[in-house]
Nanobody, 116 residues
Framework: EVKLVESGGGLVQPGGSLRLSCATS????????MSWVRQAPGKELERVSQ????????VYSDSVRGRFTISRDNAKNTLYLQLNNLRAEDTAMYYC?????????RGQGTQVTVSS
């Protein structure tokens, strides 16, 4: 069974930082490119970052480039997203996805709320 479990979200003030983690199991993690996507209330899913199988290729959306950093630890079967200089518009549910360009399979999400 494919499992993806996100954690690390929370309430943070503008300008703050968070580190999201996605623990995976049930598949060979090192063989799959991975993504982080997010969904704000009332909005569609937005892909914010992608990473290749051995971290040689990373891609960021314009909205997060320079502030977010995606990484992975293939030995720990875990995907990460470092969120810096957070803004109110980053408030969303964040999901990790076992895909470069699709939205499934994904985890249950972790909520990030940026507010003063």
């Amino acid at each position: 069974e494919v499992k993806l479990v996100e954690s690390g979200g929370g309430l943070v003030q503008p300008g703050g930082s968070l580190r999201l983690s996605c623990a995976t199991s049930g598949f060979k993690f090192s063989s799959y490119p991975m993504s982080w996507v997010r969904q704000a209330p009332g909005k569609e899913l937005e892909r914010v970052s992608q990473i290749g199988t051995h971290s040689l290729l990373t891609v960021y959306s314009d909205s997060v480039r320079g502030r977010f950093t995606i990484s992975r630890d293939n030995a720990k079967n875990t995907l990460y997203l470092q969120l810096n200089n957070l803004r109110a518009e980053d408030t969303a549910m964040y999901y990790c996805v076992r895909s470069w360009d699709e939205y499934y399979p994904r985890g249950q999400g972790t909520q990030v709320t940026v507010s003063s």
